[in-house]
């Protein structure tokens, strides 16, 4: 439902309040901070009004009114004017030569501008390796060791049916290097499939477990995230009333899962996006939002970063930190 002129203005005073203080809000403090000259007896009807519509909510211990989910997504979707920052002295902050620093430096000043969590989802690696090695670490023990064609290096461990020779583990590396250097590894398990069918002896069966394991080890993204400032959120009395929000909130930086899908579902939309608790089934808690935006790397979207914060947050500020960090991280990346 279209609210009116009135509505509006008494909703945006009574949030922009709510954040402020943290209090219910009663009728007597809207007409003196929302501007309208209208009787109480007027804002409390209109009070009742967004009530039955579900955009405020009374406590039982006051007479004041509390902004709900939907009071947030209304005032943050429609009537919120956003602060202007300092752009320049933001992309000082982020300047490094190196990519993952960039990222880094990101996380970090999300967290210290907005005074809760900054969170970066680092570009994904490519599935591509330039070269494997096979290291005997005992019987039928391995250490697959993968280089990218950046230079990224990911190990995994292998623990096999038979134990190889170190002649046969440096022909295996060999075998894969001269004939699939510079592939994907899903693209190289395709082919081994095909060109060994032929092949049965241990040494094709140890090429097929290195090459699954290799793809696992590429498209582990779990490292892949960037997360500062979680210790500021224990200062938020909204998150940290009682144990049972304190173990939500850290199982999710701990487990990570949830909170890389929702950020991956935030870098297929355009523009900062914000996940209100209650409102979103990706916020495991009520008492928390998330303002994210995708960032890029020479026009393609690469990854995604945000804010973690109180549902009680001042959006108006974390909004354009969340908005102007994405775009000079872009920008950065796509100079480096």
């Keep these: 439902m279209q609210l009116d002129t009135r509505a509006q203005t008494l909703l ?3 949030v922009e309040r709510y954040i402020a203080d943290g209090q219910p809000v009663g ?11 209208l009787s109480p007896a007027t804002i409390r009807n209109i009070m009742a009004d967004l009530e039955e519509l579900g955009y405020v909510a ?66 994904r690696r490519e599935l591509v390796f330039q070269q494997i090695e096979f290291l005997r670490l005992g019987e039928k023990r391995i250490l697959l060791v993968i280089v990218a064609p950046n230079g990224d290096v990911q190990n995994r461990l292998l623990l096999t049916d038979v134990d190889y020779s170190p002649s046969q583990l440096v ?40 090459v699954e394991a290799g793809s696992e080890a590429m498209a582990d993204n ?16 909204d998150l940290s009333s009682n144990m049972s929000s304190l173990r939500q909130m850290f199982d999710m930086f701990e487990q990570k899962t949830g909170l890389m899908q929702l ?40 990854g995604t970063l945000g804010v973690i914060g109180p549902t009680r947050m001042a959006y108006e500020r974390v909004i354009p930190i969340v908005d102007i960090t ?7 990346l796509s100079h480096n």
């Design 12 to 14: 945006k005073a009574l």
């Design 27 to 37: 009728s007597r403090a809207l007409s003196k901070i929302s501007g309208l000259d």
């Design 58 to 123: 009374s406590p039982h211990t006051s007479a004041g009114r509390v902004p709900t989910p939907r009071g947030y997504r209304i005032f943050v979707d429609t009537l919120l004017t956003v602060q202007t920052m300092d752009e320049q002295s933001m992309g000082a902050r982020l300047q490094s030569p190196q990519p993952q620093k960039m990222i880094t430096n990101a996380a970090q000043m999300l967290s210290s501008l907005s005074q809760f969590a900054g969170v970066v989802l680092s570009p």
């Design 171 to 210: 022909q295996s590396a060999n075998y894969i290097n001269q004939n699939y250097g510079g592939l994907a590894f899903d693209e190289v398990h395709t082919r081994l499939q095909s060109e060994l069918r032929q092949l049965r002896d241990d040494m094709g069966r140890l090429m097929q477990v290195a």
């Design 222 to 237: 779990s490292d892949n995230m960037v997360i500062s400032g979680e210790r500021n959120l224990l200062s938020v009395s």
């Design 263 to 302: 950020l991956d579902v935030s870098s297929k939309a355009s523009g900062v996006q914000i996940y209100i608790g209650g409102e979103s089934s990706l916020v495991p808690m009520d008492e928390m939002s998330v303002v994210t935006a995708p960032y890029t790397a020479n026009g393609k979207i690469v």
């Design 326 to 332: 994405a775009k000079l991280l872009s920008n950065a």
